[in-house]
């Protein structure tokens, strides 16, 4: 599991309304803020009927919507935003975002083009049209993205860690390390980070490394159920056997269908010459939907 983190909601612009249409935007504004979308939704309705000429109550609207997963309520209202402003960045943003939540990711990455033309250091944009671009596997295009908004902003932890993911997806092992690195210093409690940096040390090889990073992740998240699949899988590469049966234990606790945990418990069961045990957790893992836990079962279990 390789999350993506993204960013969402972007509101800008100072314009004059009429006084009644100012107390519903204002009104709208704080339910907003409380995250009551409907409640803004209902006033920003309002200051549009009182006012219908300004993009930034449209794109005000849109966001509350953005906010209750309406994306194409909010696409209709960001593209009346741009209609009354076609410079209007913030709205290309924003409709961007909408469409990527829709997986129209050709038409985010649009959209946050737009809004980079209009406002070259539009950081968000650039993070978000790479996380677009990450989702379409254009990983190169992506960290691209991801270091323009690291130039503008040192300090994007999030820029940081999934550039490091599109380094991972390209086997740019230390390349991700570095990033997962940036990532950490910047937030050390970021459980994730460490969680990706252990991958890429284990794709080294390195599965002392990766185990003290998954342990890490497991201290932030007990819960984190890949962490422990992934540190007992490291810990049989380094044939601890007893200790990786123990982490596939707790994913198969947190996740009772977690069908490869148990194939690799059975294999590590295995080794340890406890066959029935093994041959067991194999044919749950087939029933789970592995087929080569059945190969597995053919060749050692009859």
């Not at 309705?45 to 609207?61: F, N, Q």
């Not at 820029?159 to 570095?178: F, S, V």
Request: a neutral charge.
């Amino acid at each position: 599991m390789r999350p993506l983190l993204v960013l969402t909601l972007c509101l800008s612009g100072v314009f004059s309304y009429g006084q009644s249409a100012v107390e519903y935007l204002d009104r709208g504004k704080s339910k907003f803020n409380l995250e009551d979308y409907r409640g803004a939704i209902a006033d920003y309705t309002k200051a549009i009927e009182l006012d219908p000429k300004y993009a930034y109550t449209y794109l005000s609207r849109g966001a509350a919507k953005n906010g209750l997963q309406d994306y194409r309520g909010a696409i209709a209202d960001c593209t009346k935003a741009i209609e009354l402003d076609p410079k209007y960045e913030a709205a290309y943003y924003n409709r961007g975002t909408a469409k990527r939540n829709l997986e129209d990711y050709r038409g985010a990455i649009a959209d946050y083009t737009k809004a980079i033309e209009l406002d070259p250091k539009y950081v968000a944009a650039y993070y978000n049209r790479g996380a677009a671009k990450l989702n379409l596997e254009e990983d190169r295009d992506a960290i691209a993205d991801y270091t323009k908004a690291i130039e503008l902003d040192p300090k994007y932890v999030a820029a940081y860690y999934n550039r490091g993911t599109a380094k991972l997806n390209l086997e740019d092992y230390r390349g991700a390390i570095a990033d997962y690195t940036k990532a950490i210093e910047l937030d050390p409690k970021f459980a994730y980070a460490y969680y990706n940096r252990g991958n890429a040390k284990f794709n080294l090889e390195d599965y002392r490394g990766a185990i003290a990073d998954y342990t890490k992740a497991i201290e932030l998240d007990p819960k984190y159920v890949y962490a422990y699949f992934n540190r007992g899988t490291a810990k049989h590469g380094l044939q601890d056997y007893r200790g990786a049966i123990q982490d596939f234990n707790k994913a198969i606790e947190l996740d009772p269908k977690f069908a490869d945990a148990y194939r690799n418990r059975g294999n590590a069961k295995y080794v340890l010459q406890e066959k029935d045990g093994a041959c067991l957790d194999w044919s749950k893992a087939g029933e789970l939907g592995v087929k080569e836990a059945y190969d597995l079962i053919k060749k050692y279990c009859n």
